[in-house]
């Protein structure tokens, strides 16, 4: 069947990098695109980017333009988020998401930035 | 920048009883407005596209309306598995996502 099965926990110390993959099955992995959104303990779900995996061409939220990137391998149907210059206020659960409507979501990976 | 609005951000009733839940856009989006339901832990669940058009699998009691700035997702009866917070999200300038702030209906 569809899905997206996301990394596991990660804990980071400020100032480090995490990158965060997303492997998709059951589709066309070329054929949607990816959106990574994360969510900080009880806010709301915040767009953070998106990437077209058949060119790889990306476009980012403003609120993290310069600290994340997004990229694919298409080979292992996978696409990864990396977030960089971590603070503690991106302690979240981090979401990849696809398909024709944006109907196909991973499990989300929680990422803990505490020193 | 979009912002949506949703209201109330919590709703209470009881099941049975109808829900209506409320986005305001700040501008106009014609009708790229989904919603989405998401339960303690769980990613969210896609419930309408299109401001009306029922994903895969979702029962009819659940509806959607509006364009322009204005949507209202209805749960004709809520069944015990609806209690839950519900998003809106704008597609209108794709790429791009905005979620609103959410509406949480709980057990009155």
């Known amino acids: 069947q569809v899905q997206l099965v996301q990394s596991g926990t990660e804990v980071k110390k400020p100032g480090a990098s995490v990158k965060v993959s997303c492997k998709a099955s059951?589709?066309?992995?070329?054929?949607?695109?990816m959106h990574w959104v994360r969510q900080a303990p009880g806010q709301r779900l915040e767009w953070m980017g998106w990437i077209n995996p058949g060119n790889g061409d990306t476009k980012y939220s403003q609120r993290f333009q310069g600290r994340v990137t997004i990229t694919r391998d298409t080979s292992a149907t996978t696409a990864y988020m990396e977030l960089s210059s971590l603070t503690s206020e991106d302690t979240a659960v981090y979401y990849c998401?696809?398909?024709?409507?944006?109907?196909?979501w991973g499990q989300g990976t929680l990422v803990t930035v505490s020193s | 920048e979009i912002l949506l609005t949703q209201s109330p951000a919590t709703l209470s009733l009881s099941p049975g009883e109808r829900a209506t839940l409320s986005c305001r856009v700040s501008?106009?989006?014609?009708?790229?407005l989904a919603w989405y339901q998401q339960k303690p832990g769980q990613a969210p669940r896609l419930l309408l596209y299109?401001?009306?058009n029922r994903a895969t699998g979702i029962p009819a009691r659940f509806s959607g309306s509006g364009s322009g700035t204005n949507f209202t997702l209805t749960i004709s009866s809520l069944e015990p598995e609806d209690f839950a917070v519900y998003y809106c999200q704008q597609r209108s300038n794709w790429p791009s996502l905005t979620f609103g702030g959410g509406t949480k209906v709980e057990i009155k």
């Open positions: 059951g589709y066309t992995f070329t054929s949607h695109a």
């Open positions: 299109h401001a009306s």
């Open positions: 501008q106009s989006i014609s009708s790229s």
């Open positions: 998401a696809s398909g024709v409507v944006v109907e196909v």
